[in-house]
């Protein structure tokens, strides 16, 4: 209810790909719902672990959105 779909990525050294290729990939293999609107490039939070920090994803996106 109200939100929208958003991918962050971080890419690989010597990589390079657009916001529209990633969106189009998306759009031929997920649910209209689920296709990303943004897309934001950079380095994913991570914990000590490894693991991705989904709660500062989050933030980022609504400070984003307030921007906007």
């Known amino acids: 209810m109200g939100e929208t779909p ?3 990525v971080e890419l690989k ?3 390079q790909v657009t916001a529209e290729e990633i969106i189009e990939h998306c759009r031929g ?3 209209r719902f689920k296709v990303p609107r ?3 490039f950079g380095e994913l939070p ?5 693991k991705i ?3 500062v994803l989050r933030q980022q ?7 906007e």
């Open 53 to 55: 920090q989904k709660f």
């Open 29 to 31: 293999h997920l649910a």
């Open 46 to 50: 991570k914990t000590s672990t490894g």
């Open 13 to 15: 050294p010597g990589a």
């Open 61 to 67: 996106a609504k400070s984003a959105q307030a921007i």
């Open 6 to 8: 958003c991918a962050f």
């Open 38 to 40: 943004a897309v934001v």
